[in-house]
């Protein structure tokens, strides 16, 4: 398997449930994580927004970059995708080997 140390990772609904658990998991890996979600602010009943989720993160070892993100929204895919692009601590890997 290939190591996902330095690698960046753009992961939507990062914020809880199974998209925080693989972030985590890529984190303890060594891999840098964007995490769009629309959770920005705690929900009485769900644990985790964008910010724990990010602290979570950084605890596990990975870079962290926490979007406000509507994925179905393309706009919103775009500004996610160009600040993830611009975020020089979150280096992209473009395949080229």
Not at 20 to 33: E, K, S, T, Y
Not at 70 to 90: F, K, P
């Amino acid at each position: 398997m290939t190591s996902l140390k330095g690698k960046t990772l753009f992961i939507s609904g990062g914020s809880r449930g199974i998209g925080l658990a693989i972030a985590l998991r890529a984190a303890r890996d060594g891999a840098n994580v964007a995490i769009a979600a629309k959770t920005a602010q705690p929900h009485p009943k769900l644990k985790g927004t964008i910010y724990t989720a990010a602290d979570d993160i950084r605890a596990a070892g990975g870079k962290a970059l926490p979007l406000l993100c509507d994925i179905r929204d393309e706009a919103q895919q775009r500004r996610g995708s160009e600040a993830v692009t611009a975020d020089n601590d979150l280096p992209i890997d473009h395949g080229q080997h």
